[in-house]
């Protein structure tokens, strides 16, 4: 079983920048599809961006061309890239792979944009 652990979160201003990672302690390079999502205040959990073994990526509407997923097989690590941050974006925010195993959620990360 793979545990994943996110990091990076924290408090910035609209429009700065943030780089979550997620830190798997096993080995990436078998999982297919691996994805960031968000909790943001009072609503449901959301998937905002998937990256598969080949390098394809998807986003959700509200952050496209604001975030950029990867990971690095090799250091077992996926990232998100999280540019021109709006208050909106603000929410706990958490790696799995894709679909979901409920038993690989992590703490999250809180990211607090300010406006």
């Known amino acids: 079983q793979v545990q994943l652990v996110e990091s990076g979160g924290g408090l910035v201003q609209a429009g700065g920048s943030l780089r979550l990672s997620c830190a798997a302690s096993?080995?990436?390079?078998?999982?297919?599809?691996m994805g960031w999502y968000r909790q943001r205040p009072g609503k449901q959990r959301e998937l905002v961006a998937t990256?598969?073994?080949?390098?394809?990526?998807n986003y959700a509407d509200s952050v496209k061309g604001r975030f950029t997923i990867s990971r690095d097989n090799a250091k077992s690590t996926l990232y998100l890239q999280m540019n021109s941050l709006k208050p909106e974006d603000t929410a706990v925010y958490y790696c799995?792979?894709?679909?979901?195993?409920?038993?690989?959620w992590g703490q999250g990360t809180q990211v607090t944009v300010s406006s």
């Open positions: 799995n792979v894709i679909p979901i195993l409920d038993n690989y």
């Open positions: 096993g080995s990436i390079f078998s999982i297919n599809a």
């Open positions: 990256i598969i073994r080949g390098g394809s990526t």
